[in-house]
């Protein structure tokens, strides 16, 4: 349709003016760091540029606290990197197109491989402790949205890569795998929706990355879903939940996030 030959040929734009802007011609990975990951960008190597969003068409500025809306390019693991310093949600309203645009525009200007981190509640806290990582094995896209549109079918039996995903392993054999629940916020989950999602076989809970999978997919690129547990989720403990808690979670696990990115990134 036009809509989705506008939201390609838009992404195409960006991409050419990053390289315009970096003078670099292609790039290999894309990592998008998710609201508390931002500080864990620093470790993965010295900034060779820094473009703001802004500068480049298509993208939005960033509206919540703990996105920086900028794009750092960094070598990193002898890989030429975009790190995407924030990300778009659906719940800011302005649609699939603009959540995925910069997963497409990174696919667009050469990456194959997409790292998409998050921060995510936990359904489980009898297996997991605020501040760890989980493995995004699969997802619940339960936010009512989809990137794609028109008559065109993909298969998402792997949206996450086993390579992948044994390769962060291989760099942390404690991290644990499990399935990533989507919606749509920005309302935390109700104790009853807490309850559906852990009968639905999910084990953690957030607002963001199933979009950016299905648009690096259907881009033909390899995805590595990172989430971090910055709180369990509401209902689940007896204190209400807040922007703010997920942020200081982030701050605190910075330094052991970067350094597993880094090292993933150096055997890729
Ligand atoms: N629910 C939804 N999104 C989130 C959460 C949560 O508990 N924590 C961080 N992002």
């Known amino acids: 349709?036009?809509?989705?030959?506008?939201?390609?040929?838009?992404?195409?734009?960006?991409?050419?003016?990053?390289?315009?802007?970096?003078?670099?011609?292609?790039?290999?990975?894309?990592?998008?760091?998710?609201?508390?990951?931002?500080?864990?960008?620093d470790a993965l190597g010295d900034p060779v540029t820094e473009v703001p969003v802004t500068d480049l068409p298509g993208f939005a500025p960033p509206a919540v606290e703990g996105h920086a809306g900028k794009i750092r390019v960094v070598e990193c693991g002898g890989h030429r990197t975009l790190v995407f310093l924030g990300r778009t949600h659906l719940y800011e309203g302005r649609?699939?197109?603009?959540?995925?645009?910069?997963?497409?525009?990174?696919?667009?200007?050469?990456?194959?491989?997409?790292?998409?981190?998050?921060?995510?509640?936990?359904?489980?806290?009898?297996?997991?402790?605020?501040?760890?990582?989980?493995?995004?094995?699969?997802?619940?896209?339960?936010s009512g949205a989809n990137p794609m549109t028109g008559a065109s079918f993909l298969d998402l039996t792997e949206a996450y890569s086993g390579r992948l995903r044994a390769l962060a392993k291989e760099v942390d054999p404690s991290l644990p795998e499990g399935v990533y629940a989507a919606l749509r916020g920005p309302t935390y989950e109700t104790p009853a929706e807490v309850r559906m999602l852990r009968t639905l076989g999910a084990d953690i809970v957030g607002m963001s990355t199933v979009l950016e999978t299905v648009a690096a997919r259907e881009g033909g690129a390899d995805v590595l879903g990172i989430s971090l547990v910055t709180n369990i989720a509401a209902g689940l403990s007896d204190e209400p939940l807040d922007h703010e808690e997920v942020l200081e979670a982030g701050r605190a696990s910075a330094g052991r996030m970067g350094a597993l990115l880094r090292t993933v990134l150096s055997k890729l």
């Open 95 to 142: 649609g699939p197109a603009a959540v995925v645009h910069g997963v497409r525009t990174a696919v667009a200007a050469g990456a194959r491989t997409i790292v998409l981190t998050n921060a995510a509640g936990g359904l489980r806290p009898e297996h997991q402790r605020v501040g760890d990582p989980v493995l995004i094995s699969d997802h619940l896209n339960l």
């Open 1 to 41: 349709s036009d809509v989705s030959n506008d939201a390609f040929a838009l992404a195409r734009d960006a991409a050419d003016a990053l390289r315009a802007r970096t003078s670099i011609d292609s790039f290999d990975v894309a990592l998008v760091m998710g609201s508390g990951w931002v500080p864990a960008a």
